[in-house]
Antibody
Framework: QVQLVQSGAEVKKPGASVKVSCKAS????????MHWVRQAPGQGLEWMGR????????NYAQKFQGRVTMTRDTSISTAYMELSRLRSDDTAVYYC????????????WGQGTLVTVSS | QTVVTQEPSLTVSPGGTVTLTCASS?????????PNWFQQKPGQAPRALIY???NKHSWTPARFSGSLLGGKAALTLSGVQPEDEAEYYC?????????FGGGTKLTVL
């Protein structure tokens, strides 16, 4: 069965960087995109971007351009999302979600990783 | 900046029918926006319900259906159950970027 297992909660200081991992299993990792979505406390979902694990190609939401980097390690079927120059309003739960390369289909989601930014 | 708008909240009685909508600031929503719908309950990750306007995932209950209605994407729940009380989000495709709606809090009362 398809599973996306994310890394554990993080606490970071303003200005630091965080790197969240998402390990995929139960399907061919390079056959599907990986999207990253975040949700601030009490707020809605926000699409951050996606990576094509096959080519490494990325699309980032304009809001995060220059601060976010999405990468992958195909040898261990793991996608990564790194966010730099953290601010307090980056405090959120970060999710990975599998996406179909044909049309826009986000089907399976990770359990989420809470990133807290606090001095 | 593209904005996707949903009703902030809706209330429905058990057994009733309710339609949630999803509008784009760029104009009418068409199938080319590949509307997706997700359900999220407190403390849980979102769960996918509908993709490409009206297609259901294998786990999507039959009472959920998606469509285009009056220039918007729509999610209709027929025969609402108490467990359908949740936040619902739509997602639209904008040629590379994707944008979520603000969410609709559905209360079953």
């Amino acid at each position: 069965q398809v599973q996306l297992v994310q890394s554990g909660a993080e606490v970071k200081k303003p200005g630091a960087s965080v790197k969240v991992s998402c390990k995929a299993s139960g399907y061919t990792f390079t056959g599907y995109y990986m999207h990253w979505v975040r949700q601030a406390p009490g707020q809605g979902l926000e699409w951050m971007g996606r990576i094509n694990p096959n080519s490494g190609g990325t699309n980032y939401a304009q809001k995060f351009q220059g601060r976010v980097t999405m990468t992958r390690d195909t040898s261990i079927s793991t996608a990564y999302m790194e966010l730099s120059r953290l601010r307090s309003d980056d405090t959120a739960v970060y999710y990975c979600a599998r996406g179909s390369p044909v049309a826009t289909i986000l089907d399976y989601w990770g359990q989420g990783t809470l990133v807290t930014v606090s001095s | 900046q593209t904005v996707v708008t949903q009703e902030p909240s809706l209330t429905v009685s058990p057994g009733g029918t309710v339609t949630l909508t999803c509008a784009s600031s760029t104009g009418a929503v068409t199938s080319g926006y590949y509307p997706n719908w997700f359900q999220q309950k407190p403390g849980q990750a979102p769960r996918a319900l509908i993709y490409s306007t009206s297609n259901k995932h294998s786990w999507t209950p039959a009472r959920f259906s998606g469509s285009l209605l009056g220039g918007k994407a729509a999610l209709t729940l027929s025969g609402v159950q108490p467990e359908d009380e949740a936040e619902y989000y739509c997602l639209l495709y904008y040629g590379g970027a994707r944008v979520f709606g603000g969410g609709t809090k559905l209360t079953v009362l």
